[in-house]
Nanobody
Framework: QVQLVESGGGLVQAGGSLRLSCAASGSIFSMNAVAWYRQAPGKLRELVATIVSAGVTIYADAVKGRFTISRDNAKNTVYLQMNSLKSEDTAVYFC??????????????WGQGTLVTVSS
């Protein structure tokens, strides 16, 4: 069974930084495109950033210039470096990845989420 485990969330003051990690565990053949989403209380889940296998990255306008998504393929881990945090960044952050256990299968997997709280 493959799964994603997020970590790195917590409480930070506005203007501060956090780094989230998303690690795939289990028998992984490849980790394909990976995305970070977030969901604030009472709001819909929204896409924050995406990184594909070749390293191309895409960001939501709300985080562009402040957040950086990166990946370590050897560790099957993706990171989200969040700088200049604002109160509106407060949310549960979820990792979503396309994982393959062999060259012949593909699963879309979600992590359990990690809470980021930014105090103003």
């Amino acid at each position: 069974q493959v799964q994603l485990v997020e970590s790195g969330g917590g409480l930070v003051q506005a203007g501060g930084s956090l780094r989230l990690s998303c690690a795939a565990s289990g028998s992984i053949f490849s980790m394909n495109a990976v995305a970070w989403y977030r969901q604030a209380p009472g709001k819909l889940r929204e896409l924050v950033a995406t990184i594909v296998s070749a390293g191309v990255t895409i960001y939501a306008d709300a985080v562009k210039g402040r957040f950086t998504i990166s990946r370590d393929n050897a560790k099957n881990t993706v990171y989200l470096q969040m700088n200049s945090l604002k109160s509106e960044d407060t949310a549960v952050y979820f990792c979503n990845a396309g994982l393959s256990r062999s060259p012949y299968d593909f699963d879309e997997v979600w992590g359990q989420g990690t809470l980021v709280t930014v105090s103003s």
